[in-house]
């Protein structure tokens, strides 16, 4: 058997991924309404969140927090595509740009990240970051632009793509050759994939570092763990 190509010590991070009711309502009589969809949220009744919200957004189509708790509830349910539009009307209608179109960014550039458009998912959570709405918002829509390879440390990075990945490999590892590598795992998928009768959507992106201690050394956690509902 020849040699390998690349380190032994070699290691590979997958970035694999309000107010309810009536308008002659009163506020007051709208909030259990919407601290129940907030619960059935927290508690990952996701398809229930979708049929009570869609319900009450057929009385007010414009609320952008019902608007928000679909398109997130449809992000972290995996039906991607169909929280797009909630999400972007979220964003549209809340004018002031509060913590609504913060958090709408966020799962925004989520979605558009697990459908395969980058540049997009680019977008939404660097305008999420920018607003700096909220604390939490701001920190975890920079977490995702690290993790999906989407910050700006990675545009020194050589990229090599295949049937079936995205390689980016870290500008420390040079000595290696991309190519061979890229092609090596692709084929490697090609066998396992035939065997089990699987496939992708989209290729799957592969962000490669020299070492675990280097990438952590950056601010990511250990690497090695995929985010499949992003791939």
Same mark, same amino acid.
């Given at each position: 058997m020849?040699?390998?190509?690349?380190?032994?010590?070699?290691?590979v991070a997958l970035a694999g991924l309000v107010l309810i009711g009536s308008a002659a309502r009163p506020a007051a009589a709208q909030a259990p309404a919407v601290d129940a969809l907030w619960q059935q949220y927290q508690q990952?009744?996701?398809?229930?969140?979708?049929?009570?919200?869609?319900?009450?957004?057929?009385?007010?189509?414009?609320?952008?927090?019902?608007?928000?708790?679909? @398109?997130? #509830?449809?992000?972290?349910? =995996? *039906?991607? +595509?169909?929280?797009? /539009?909630? $999400?972007? %009307?979220?964003?549209?209608?809340?004018?002031?740009?509060?913590?609504?179109?913060?958090?709408?960014?966020?799962?925004? @550039?989520? #979605?558009?990240?697990?459908? =395969? *458009?980058? +540049?997009?998912a680019r /977008?939404? $959570?660097? %305008?999420?970051?920018?607003?700096?709405?909220?604390?939490?918002a701001t920190r975890s829509s920079a977490r995702w632009l690290e993790t999906f390879?989407?910050?700006?440390?990675?545009?020194?990075?050589?990229?090599?793509e295949t049937e079936h990945f995205v390689f980016h490999f870290a500008p420390s590892l040079q000595e290696v050759d991309h190519a061979a590598f890229a092609k090596r795992r692709d084929a490697a998928f090609q066998e396992i994939a035939a065997f089990f009768g699987a496939t992708l959507p989209h290729p799957a992106r592969f962000f490669v570092w020299r070492s675990n201690e280097e990438a952590q050394a950056a601010g990511l956690p250990p690497l090695g763990f995929a985010r499949p509902a992003y791939h």
């Open positions: 020849s040699p390998p190509l690349w380190p032994r010590r070699l290691f990952g009744r996701f398809g229930q969140v979708v049929d009570e919200g869609m319900a009450l957004l057929a009385e007010r189509p414009g609320d952008p927090t019902l608007h928000l708790v679909i @398109g997130r #509830a449809l992000v972290d349910d =995996g *039906q991607h +595509a169909r929280s797009m /539009s909630h $999400l972007e %009307r979220a964003d549209a209608v809340d004018a002031e740009d509060t913590w609504i179109t913060a958090w709408a960014l966020n799962f925004l @550039g989520k #979605a558009h990240f697990a459908e =395969g *458009q980058p +540049a997009a /977008s939404a $959570l660097r %305008r999420s970051v920018d607003l700096r709405a909220t604390r939490n390879g989407l910050s700006p440390r990675y545009d020194a990075w050589a990229t090599v």
